[in-house]
């Protein structure tokens, strides 16, 4: 089965930090873009940060500067560091995969993680 899964959400404070991380199942060879969208109740889903193969970052205006997208391009795996949490970062985050490749050599242009609730609330 070809997924992606998160972990590392939960509640903190504000001011706090959270480490969010998204593995791909083992029979995916590669993935172009990987980035983290996030959905808040009552809103449309939206694009946190990205970040392509050869390292290209995206971010979006609102998390500069307090978010940091990684990746392991040998492992299929991505990380978002989030520094200096707000209420507003409330959210349910998910992983998203873009142009998918895998071993059997079965092409995907985009996957998603189930999500992992993120709250930040004192």
């Known amino acids: 089965q070809v997924q992606l899964v998160e972990s590392g959400g939960g509640l903190v404070q504000p001011g706090g930090s959270l480490r969010l991380s998204c593995a791909a199942s083992a029979n995916i060879f590669s993935i172009d873009i990987m980035s983290w969208y996030r959905q808040a109740p009552g809103t449309q889903r939206e694009l946190v940060a990205a970040?392509?193969?050869?390292?290209?970052?995206n971010y979006a205006d609102s998390v500069k500067g307090r978010f940091t997208i990684s990746r392991d391009n040998a492992k299929n795996t991505v990380t978002l560091q989030m520094n200096s949490l707000k209420p507003e970062d409330t959210a349910v985050y998910y992983c998203?995969?873009?142009?998918?490749?895998?071993?059997?050599?079965?092409?995907?242009?985009?996957?998603w993680g189930q999500g992992t609730l993120v709250t930040v609330s004192s």
């Open positions: 970040m392509t193969r050869d390292s290209r970052i």
């Open positions: 998203n995969g873009n142009k998918i490749a895998t071993m059997q050599g079965y092409n995907y242009l985009e996957l």
